[in-house]
């Protein structure tokens, strides 16, 4: 009985703390961790003249589908690299306002694509397989994917 009645409670605690969708949709800035792995690339393109790299992050929306969120990390004639090292303290801080892909697993692609990752919003890559001496990295990217409906 005890152990039904802790059962319970880690569910109803998953179901209060998850994210809500209309919480994601209003928020102006948007962390996503990202961990490499089989789902998930980065690909760093080939070096230009001023040594930066342009780098694409992906992630599969579920692990056999075709849908994916493509971020790209780029530098522009008017706009420098933008990225910043953070410790543990600021991620707690910002915690709230950061959304793992696989907790939009359970919303819509089409409405995660056109309401979600809208141009608006401002989206920042924490990147933690780039962790050097207990900081990790924090890149600004651009959303790349476009929104697209099936009449």
Do not use: W
């Not at 690339?41 to 849908?67: C, Q, T, V, W």
């Not at 709230?96 to 141009?119: A, G, H, M, S």
């Not at 401002?122 to 001496?133: G, H, P, V």
């Amino acid at each position: 009985m005890k152990n039904i009645l802790i059962i319970i409670l880690i569910l109803l605690s998953k179901i209060t703390y998850s994210q809500d969708f209309d919480y994601i949709k209003k928020l102006d800035t948007i962390y996503i961790p990202f961990q490499k792995g089989k789902y998930n690339l980065k690909i760093d393109y080939p070096e230009e003249k001023d040594g930066f790299k342009n780098r694409s992050y992906i992630f599969n929306y579920k692990k056999k589908d075709a849908h994916y969120f493509d971020f790209e990390l780029k530098k522009t004639s008017n706009r420098a690299l933008d990225f910043k090292m953070v410790d543990k303290l600021y991620l707690r801080k910002v915690r709230k306002k950061t959304v793992p892909i696989n907790n939009l697993k359970r919303f819509n692609y089409q409405d995660i694509q056109c309401e979600l990752f809208t141009r608006i919003k401002t989206y920042y890559i924490i990147d933690l397989s780039e962790k050097r001496n207990k900081k990790y990295t924090i890149y600004k990217v651009m959303h790349i994917n476009s929104c697209s409906y099936k009449e």
